[in-house]
């Protein structure tokens, strides 16, 4: 028994010898192996955009459970550094240097919305970074960088593929109208979208009887609509944030206003919580949006997404439905991820060159970007509100209540106009 003893003990110190020997490879070689991938990203958790903010990073962590329990990128996990830039952008150059000079990222995605998104630019491409943006409208514009790539689907010409629908409808209708009023809140986004859509305006024949910028943040909206109604447009188009839209809903609604089509580039009115607030004053309002409950747009997975996520949701404050960010945000992660299993890297031009090249899979669809790095063909709705009840957040969660009427490959309806019988 003693002799077997000792030869067991010496059979055990020869192996930790031996392995001793190898342990500079060997440990080496695990270390990287176990070692995360990092994914680093500014996002609003707090101000105003924490709502929205929220629900992207409740899908972005979806898709981190759902590939590490697939087994990671190249074999190793998934792990993501992130920071509140609290809807500010000042606070987003310097958590971007802190997430690659200091957390030492290995990947990058953008925060939120386009002021969260243009301030991060030069940052990353100083380190010639891949970037994934989460609806950012024509920040590329004044960059031209050919690594940037949006997940929205604004189109190949994002100011003017914003708003082209909403014109192009109002076009087609009879008697035609003539006169538009444009008004949009004074900030990246909406000056953006006001200066396409006035572009649509002009190219459609359409003669602009008003145009304003409002100082944000506005809180009484009704001078505005009075000056609107002041000029006897035909049609309205609004570019706004939230608040805003919320105002000029309601600021319509008290003044009376007769036009014939109203709505168009309004932030918010996609979220569920504002359906609900605003209820029936919604009725026939036409505005853009990416996803919708109708039959058109049931693409492979992307219901299984949304239970997911409203589970996901339950208590935190967020958007319970989560059709308009949420899907996205999954999806920008999906094309990142399919990315770098193809080249089978990380390395940065690599990935670049396969995302301009190759069409992705997603939860919202097939994506194919163009050269810009925004989606190669815009598909952008334009949804109409229908039969609006009071007080009733299930209604949304169904078809019918946001009609698609453009682009016609994915219409469920036909127009109702004019907005004010």
Not at 44 to 52: D, K
Not at 336 to 346: D, I, M, P, T, Y
């Amino acid at each position: 028994m003693l002799k077997r003893r000792s030869f067991m003990r010496a059979s055990l110190a020869s192996g930790i010898t031996a392995l001793a020997l190898a342990s500079g490879s060997l440990v080496s070689f695990g270390a990287q192996a176990a070692q995360p991938i990092k994914i680093g990203f500014s996002m609003a958790l707090t101000g105003g955009l924490a709502g929205a903010g929220k629900a992207a990073l409740i899908a972005m962590e979806i898709w981190r459970d759902d590939v590490n329990k697939k087994g990671g990128l190249l074999g190793r996990p998934v792990e993501f550094v992130y920071y509140d830039d609290a809807t500010n952008p000042a606070t987003v150059p310097g958590i971007y240097t802190k997430l690659l000079n200091v957390d030492k990222v290995d990947l990058v995605v953008s925060s939120y919305g386009t002021n969260e998104i243009a301030p991060a630019m030069p940052i990353v491409m100083r380190k010639k970074l891949v970037f994934p943006s989460l609806f950012g409208l024509a920040v590329n514009d004044q960059f031209n960088y050919n690594r940037y790539f949006q997940i929205m689907p604004a189109g190949p010409e994002p100011k003017v593929d914003w708003s082209r629908g909403f014109f192009e409808l109002a076009a087609e209708q009879k008697p035609k109208p003539q006169t538009v009023a444009i008004v949009a809140a004074d900030a990246e986004f909406p000056l953006n979208a006001a200066a396409g859509a006035r572009k649509n305006a002009l190219a459609k024949g359409f003669k602009i009887v008003f145009f304003m910028n409002y100082p944000p943040p506005t809180e009484n909206y009704t001078p505005i609509v009075r000056a609107i109604e002041a000029t006897s447009p035909d049609i309205v188009y609004v570019a706004s944030y939230p608040p805003d839209s919320v105002g000029m809903v309601k600021a319509a609604h008290e003044v009376g206003l007769k036009v014939k089509m109203f709505g168009g580039g309004m932030v918010g009115l996609q979220f569920a919580a504002i359906q609900k607030n605003l209820g029936p004053l919604l009725d026939n309002i036409i505005n853009y949006d990416f996803w919708v409950p109708e039959p058109t747009l049931n693409f492979p997975g992307v219901k299984e997404f949304l239970a997911r996520y409203q589970e996901a949701a339950k208590g935190k404050g967020v958007d319970p439905l989560g059709h308009y960010l949420p899907p996205y945000a999954y999806a920008y992660m999906q094309v990142l991820a399919q990315s770098v299993e193809a080249v089978k890297s990380l390395d940065q031009a690599k990935l670049a060159a396969y995302m301009h090249q190759h069409t992705f899979d997603t939860v919202v669809g097939k994506v194919k970007f163009g050269k810009n790095g925004e989606w190669a063909k815009s598909r952008v709705l334009m949804v109409q509100f229908r039969d609006v009840q009071p007080n009733n957040l299930e209604q949304f969660a169904g078809p019918g209540k946001r009609v698609v009427l453009y682009p016609k490959a994915w219409k469920s309806g036909d127009i109702v106009y004019p907005y004010k019988k």
